[in-house]
């Protein structure tokens, strides 16, 4: 019985490993300049996306990187984690995935897009967001984020 019971599991994993990757393969093969231009976002947009409610900010590193530092706005949600934490996330908004240098973001926002969700991955990594939110363009994000998110 036992050997029965793996025996179907072996092949339904099979069959969604199968899926999966026919889903992958319809994307790459539909893939055009618009959505290679689309898929990206720079600390600029994220930045005025943020003030205005209209994207949830994901770090995907994980916790322990999380814990060291983040930016304001963001939510942890590591990338190995990220298959058990989707009801987290908010689909009436831009899901934008985020990591130092966005390899992972890239990652994890391809697999948010096969899953359905509105996503875009940081283009200038946290590294960038951390260089563009200094002085000013710091003091005017926090004014602008605390009236839109603590009203």
């Known amino acids: 019985m036992k050997k029965i019971i793996l025996l179907f599991l ?11 990757a026919l889903s992958y393969d319809k994307y790459l093969s539909s ?6 231009k689309n898929m990206k976002i720079d600390s600029v947009e994220l ?9 949830q900010f994901v770090d995907i590193r994980f916790k322990e990187e999380y814990d060291a530092w983040h930016m304001i706005g963001s939510i942890n949600i590591p990338i190995n984690e990220l298959p058990t934490r989707l009801n987290e996330l908010d689909k009436s908004k ?8 966005k390899d992972r973001a890239i990652m994890a926002r391809t697999y948010l897009k096969l899953k359905g969700y509105k996503t875009r991955y940081l283009l200038d990594g946290l590294t960038g967001l951390a260089e563009y939110w200094r002085g000013d363009s710091a003091r005017e ?7 839109v998110h603590h009203k």
């Open 31 to 36: 893939f055009t300049y618009e959505e290679r």
């Open 94 to 101: 831009v899901i934008v995935t985020a990591c130092p240098h």
């Open 141 to 147: 994000f926090i004014q602008e984020y605390n009236l």
């Open 47 to 55: 930045t005025v996306m943020l003030e205005e409610g209209t994207a």
């Open 10 to 20: 072996c092949g339904y994993i099979s069959l969604f490993a199968e899926a999966q």
